[in-house]
């Protein structure tokens, strides 16, 4: 069974552009979570998409957003691109949904690096 | 503030040596992962946690969730070079909360 893949796999981007970051989740997979990771504050949560509907918002400002299709297949956009947005974005796909009581197993991808000149 | 707080943040070991990794919160929570991550990939789930004082071993991987739930540890025995990477761990608090993440213990074993 094929792996989650995003891309593209590196990006590099300048302030105020926007980007758009896809990811393809494990077949059959619903719920889709996508992580900012970076040195400094290592691996943060932006949001989880379970059945196209965002599920889970973590404390990001409004310029990080995403949808998912009704293949599962989820895209995340950042607008107004900062030079602190840089870092390497990773997508995890579950079976259902990723929270903390149902203990689901998340498979990552291996992330798209954006960086911001 | 980080609410967990993994330590060391970087550990260097020769190939053979034992060594354990920290977790470390003052919360509560009902389960803890460890993850591994290599350059250029994305984490892999190495083990959950979910009961106070539980103990799980993979291989030469020994992980262990603190009685109180607020802490674990991930000791490896005889360090390989394969072993090298990024060890995060990530706690899950209840209802649909998403995980929270350490930031990691580097750990590089030199052949």
């Known amino acids: 069974k094929a792996g989650v893949t995003q891309t593209p796999r590196y990006l590099i981007k300048t302030r105020g552009q926007q980007v758009t970051l896809s990811c393809s989740p494990i077949?059959?997979?619903?719920?889709v979570s996508w992580y900012q990771q970076t040195p400094g504050q290592g691996l943060q949560f932006l949001f989880e998409?379970?059945?196209?509907?965002?599920?889970n918002k973590g404390n990001f400002p409004g310029r990080f957003s995403g949808r998912q299709f009704s293949n599962s297949r989820s895209e995340m956009n950042v607008s107004t691109l900062e030079l602190g947005d840089s870092a390497l974005y990773l997508c995890?796909?579950?079976?259902?949904?990723?929270?903390?009581?149902?203990?689901?197993?998340?498979?990552f991808g291996p992330g798209t690096r954006l960086l911001v000149l | 503030t980080q609410l967990l707080e993994q330590s060391p943040q970087f550990l260097s070991i020769q190939e053979g040596e034992n060594l354990t990794v920290y977790c470390n919160s003052s919360?509560?929570?009902?389960?803890l992962q460890w993850y591994r991550q290599e350059p250029g990939e994305g984490p892999v789930l190495l083990v959950t946690?979910?009961?106070?004082?539980e103990v799980k071993k993979l291989k030469r991987l020994t992980f262990q969730f603190g009685d109180a739930r607020k802490d674990s540890s991930l000791h490896i025995t005889a360090a390989q070079p394969g072993d090298t990477g990024l060890y995060l761990c990530?706690?899950?608090?209840?209802?649909?909360?998403?995980?929270?993440f350490g930031k990691g213990t580097r750990l590089s074993v030199i052949a």
């Open positions: 995890a796909s579950s079976l259902g949904l990723a929270g903390a009581a149902s203990q689901e197993t998340q498979y």
């Open positions: 077949s059959g997979h619903r719920s």
């Open positions: 998409y379970f059945s196209e509907t965002q599920r």
């Open positions: 919360s509560v929570f009902s389960s």
């Open positions: 946690v979910v009961t106070g004082g």
């Open positions: 990530a706690g899950a608090k209840s209802g649909n909360t998403p995980l929270v």
